[in-house]
């Protein structure tokens, strides 16, 4: 569902963010959210929806 979240500082080589296709270059910070690779612009906002859902889930 996407609780599992991994943070990774540095890619073993240039990778691109899953929503915006940004490239990822190394030294630069990611996130690892369901396989997927995210920027760390992206990688918040995922987050963020994630634990809304996550929340709407708990009320139901």
Do not use: H, S
Request: proline fraction near 2%.
């Amino acid at each position: 569902m996407g609780l599992f979240q991994k943070e990774k500082n540095v890619p073993k080589g240039n990778v691109r963010c899953a929503k915006c296709r940004r490239l990822i270059r190394r030294g630069q910070k990611y996130c690892i959210i369901d396989r997927k690779t995210y920027c760390e612009k992206c990688a918040k906002n995922e987050k963020e929806w994630r634990f809304l859902e996550f929340m709407d889930l708990l009320e139901d």
